[in-house]
């Protein structure tokens, strides 16, 4: 473990240089215009892969964007691990709130800035490092290790888990790891252990057949935004409650000992709402901030578009507004059932004055992993050599698609293994990844490996017992 700890460290400003060139290709996968640069960052990628060592690196073109796939499986009496990432990333936009731009990786007061540097490619780095400094010292990895990088992780697209359908036996493996997710906070190391899932609307309200002089035609007739801020505003109740028939009937409730769990974590309402600079918090009755933000579902505009939105004044009744709806859902919610309540509320309560429609852009589903499995004991074990500090359990809000996929498709539980940090600006202005987190996460990585390794030799019997989903033992 020495050699390849020194061998990080002497090649710092290299990581850091190369990882500029990968943030510097916009491969933002939900704008059709960067079609090409989704391409050659999944081209970038693959060379990358190639030159550290890894064999098979390709590739692989899907209906959507490409998927690459690597691996270095000559490792004997080893665990296969299934390291999976995104390369895609968030648009930039609004790009005048950036303090540098968001494709030119820069380094500022111990952060390296720039999109895609937390979300996920600086997260993905480190895993790219910690394979160079095993295969450039030891000539070898700890373990087998297949990797696949998906280009719609963001936007909500199919093509990996139909991937993941179609190659069940390329992807066989033990166990996956995911680094993108965050810690707890600055200097508190955590294990993420669930994700919310996600249902996405795109709600569109038709009024008249053309835009209309709102003098002259302002009264007789329902304006799609107020219409479309009607429907919106009675979806929850005065509880912060999503005020729909059946959206909680499948809530599995927080077990009072996960409960209590969440209670002990360092945390401060207050910090937390001075943070966001407001004046109160809100959210459903009944329940602290972390079991809000973390175990209950929950219903969010994310988008209203409607009218005259430019300077001065244009006095119009817009034909048409709409509205990007997201709800967030956690174990036992199902997306499809949730979507189609949505669809049936929705049509109950629109006014018949005005058309709606509805369309989902996304659904994933929620995930709880296993805490009581060698690869969990094995990222703790690695966290606290990376980090010289005991990480704390968490679950997190946000949604990681695949986890759920892994775990149904090809049988495999994962370990969220996350750097990032909660005020990161994850899908925001000045997105970044603190430079101690992302060379602690390099050695935690380097950790993770080895632990795995010696893990599978000590107790290979219960190891293979554990992740082929019967009963876990602790090792
Ligand atoms: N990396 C995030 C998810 C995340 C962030 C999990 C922080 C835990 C902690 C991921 O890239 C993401 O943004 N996912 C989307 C998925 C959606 C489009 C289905 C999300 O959560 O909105
Ligand atoms: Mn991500
Ligand atoms: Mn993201």
């Known amino acids: 473990m020495d050699q390849p700890l020194a061998y990080v460290h002497v090649n710092k400003d290299r990581f850091l240089a190369e990882l500029a060139e990968l943030i510097a290709i916009p491969s933002v996968s939900t704008d059709p215009d960067r079609r090409d640069d989704m391409r050659r960052c999944a081209e970038w990628l693959v060379a990358h892969l190639r030159s550290l060592g890894m064999d098979g690196s390709r590739v692989i073109s899907t209906g959507g964007h490409p998927i690459v796939y690597s691996e270095w499986c000559r490792a004997q009496d080893a665990p296969t691990l299934l390291l999976y990432g995104h390369y895609d990333v968030q648009p930039p936009d609004p790009l005048e709130q950036w303090t540098s731009p968001p494709f030119q990786a820069s380094v500022r007061d111990g952060n390296l800035y720039g ?10 780095f480190t895993h790219f490092k910690a394979i160079e400094a095993y295969l450039r010292t030891a000539g070898r990895l700890p373990v087998n290790l297949k990797i696949v990088l998906e280009g719609e992780e963001e936007s909500g697209g199919d093509s990996v888990s139909v991937f993941l359908a179609d190659h069940k036996h390329l992807l066989e493996a033990d166990l996956a790891v995911i680094s993108d997710s965050a810690f707890f906070a600055e200097d508190v190391p955590s294990l993420c252990y669930g ?19 709102s003098g002259l035609f302002g009264g007789s007739l329902h304006n799609p935004i107020q219409a479309l801020s009607e429907i919106l505003a009675q979806l929850h109740d005065r509880e912060g409650r999503v005020a729909m028939d059946g959206f909680y009937d499948d809530v599995l409730p927080l077990a009072s000992e996960e409960r209590e769990a969440f209670s002990r974590l360092p945390w401060k309402d207050d910090d937390y709402r001075r943070g966001l600079g407001l004046a109160e918090l809100y959210g459903e009755a009944g329940f602290s901030t972390l079991e809000r933000l973390w175990a209950r579902p929950t219903l969010e505009c994310c988008g209203i578009i409607g009218g005259y939105t430019g ?16 709800m967030r859902l956690v174990p036992n919610q199902s997306p499809a059932k949730i979507a189609s309540l949505f669809e049936h509320h929705m049509h109950s309560i629109a006014p018949r004055t005005v058309r709606v429609t509805l369309r989902c852009l996304t659904r994933a589903e929620p995930s709880i992993v296993p805490l009581d499995s060698p690869g969990v004991r094995a990222a703790v074990a690695a966290l606290r050599e990376g980090f010289h500090k005991e990480p704390l359990f968490q679950r997190d809000g946000g949604s990681i698609p695949i986890v759920a996929s892994l775990k149904h498709t090809l049988g495999v539980d994962t370990v969220l293994l996350g750097f990032g940090l909660p005020e990161g600006n994850e899908h925001a202005p000045d997105e970044f990844l603190s430079l101690s987190n992302f060379f602690g996460g390099i050695g935690t990585v380097l950790h993770f490996y080895q632990e795995l390794h010696s893990s599978f030799l000590e107790y290979r019997h219960r190891w293979v017992r554990s992740i082929s989903g019967m009963s876990a033992q602790k090792g």
């Open 115 to 124: 999109r895609g540097a937390m979300d996920d490619k600086g997260q993905l």
């Open 195 to 213: 994700l919310r899932g996600n249902v996405y609307f795109q709600v569109d309200v038709q009024g008249p057949s053309r835009d209309l002089h």
């Open 311 to 326: 300077e001065g004044v244009k006095s119009v009744i817009p034909s048409h507004a709409s509205a990007k709806v997201s």
